[in-house]
Structures are given as structure tokens and as C-alpha cells.
């Protein structure tokens, strides 16, 4: 029988988010599908898709987004979609979100440290009405980002946003994050990690199985 270890993760809510989105009817169709997503990718998904990069990969974060969007997709969420409808906000990557649906907004959050507080504002601007034109109208955010132990283990760069330094960042941005919130924190897998190696004179991150007991 084949065993099947899926990724796991942890979850803060904030302005009561998550018991919004559990009961509310406006939000509890989309955020069902987010955690069937998540909880439907496996370890060994994580390990193929990373193995199968055509680039040397370090870390694993472009296995797990690719995965996140493929299933997200097949749910029938909008990929990189334009906050603003203005064709000056629709040039850069900036005003962008990474996935849509009805009254959700999500950001899959693999970046640098310094992005954590844009990335926690960009679902305020999504939600909140505004003097420039919108191109979608959400009514909540999902941050998605790894925690502190899945960026050692997951071979990702040391200067990247995690989990609990965007819980640091809600209290002082609390005037500005108007709407409910909810972020994940993917944690480590437990049959693997990622080791780094230099290969070809550039790094490269290897697969090394963990042994259990």
C-alpha cells in the first residue's frame, strides 16, 4: 500500500477571518476549494514537480506554486489577475494578484522579506473601493507563504517573508489591513528535505530523503 504524506500548514486569522469564511456563504465555497487545494498536494507531487524543473532550482517554492496554480485553475480561479482596470496600473506585475475568485483574493508569498507588508495591503486593494477604476472586486485576502521551518527545509533563500513575520507585521499595519485575512503557513514535509550542492559552479538544491526511525 502506498503511503501518501500531503503538506500541511497552519492558519491565523485576522478580523475574524476565518470564521467568516467558514460560515458566510459569500466566502465559504472559495475558501473550501483553497484548502482542498492545498491539502490534495502531496510530498511526493512536491518532489516530481521540483525534480521535473528544466531550470537548477534551490528551493522548492516554484514546485508549490505551480502545483497551487495548476489546481486552483482546474477550480476555475483567475491567475494573475489586475487589481485596477486603469491601463496605467495594468503594466506591471505590482498591481497584480496571484489568484481570484468571487470575494477572495489570494498571494502565494515565496518572496523577499521586504515584500511581506505589499503583499499584505494588495488584498486591502482589492477589496476596498478606490479612486482608480477596478478591475476585479474582492472582499477578503489569503497570504500564503512557508514558515520558518519550511524555508530551512525547503532550500529557500534566507532573506524570504515566512509565516511568522507576516503575523509580526499585522499589528502595526492593523489601520491599514481593513479586511479579514487569513494566512498559511505551509509547513516542512516530513520525508524530505532540500540540501544545496554546487554543481556546474552555480547551487543547486538536492533531494535528500529522510530516514525515519
Known sequence: MLLVINMEYKVFSFRNALEIFKVNEAYSPYWDELEEVLQDI?????????????????????????LIKQKLCEKGWYSESYIFADKEYTTRGIWRL????????????????????????KPVLSSELNHVEKAIQTRAGVIITATDSLKKAGGFDGAIGTYEKYISYLKPLNTLLTVPLVIIGLEAPKTFKIKHEKVNGSIKGIVEKIEKD
Open 98 to 121: 496571484d489568484f481570484v475568485k468571487k470575494s477572495l483574493a489570494v498571494e502565494v508569498a515565496f518572496n523577499h522579506g521586504g515584500s511581506a507588508a505589499w503583499n499584505l495591503i
Open 42 to 66: 502531496s510530498e511526493d507531487d512536491i518532489i516530481q514537480t521540483f525534480l521535473s524543473s528544466k531550470r537548477a532550482a534551490k528551493s522548492i517554492s516554484e514546485a508549490i506554486n505551480i
